[in-house]
């Protein structure tokens, strides 16, 4: 996988989720609220918009044969994730899904109403134009 989200410093607190048998979603993906409970991979549909699930504790086969399965989101502490190219996120600022595995200054009160962030930069993401990694405390939403 590309992008995935590497944890720094805990604690790390996993609730789980349900997804669906199927999908594929390895450990370190960001991922969206589906539904009541349900989670989905950054970048599995077209809009790539909603609230922030968590990001993958452990791998979640596409063969495992059940119609749904549970996986553990974490949904605290530090991770290392990726900023794209375009992105200008100063320290502090708070951060949400801009794609698949991708995270973006958060620019509309709207997408922090709507559950989007991710988190809170401790780090900036020195260079726009080129793709970037940028600490991010996502206990901070």
Known sequence: MTNEAIPVNGPYVTQDFTVESGTAIDK???C?????????????????VGAFAGIAATDKSITDGDTST???????????LYAG???????????????ENIVEATVAESDILAG??????????????????????????
């Open 28 to 30: 370190g993906t960001l």
């Open 32 to 48: 969206f609220i589906s539904g009541e409970r349900n989670a989905i991979a950054s970048g599995s549909h077209s809009q790539d």
């Open 70 to 80: 549970t996986l553990g989101m974490t949904r605290t502490g530090i991770h290392s």
């Open 85 to 99: 190219g375009g992105s200008n996120i100063p320290v502090g600022a708070l951060v949400n899904l801009s794609g």
């Open 116 to 141: 989007e962030v991710v988190g809170q930069s401790l780090g900036p993401a020195v260079a726009i134009g080129t793709p970037d990694t940028i600490e991010v405390d996502i206990s901070r939403t």
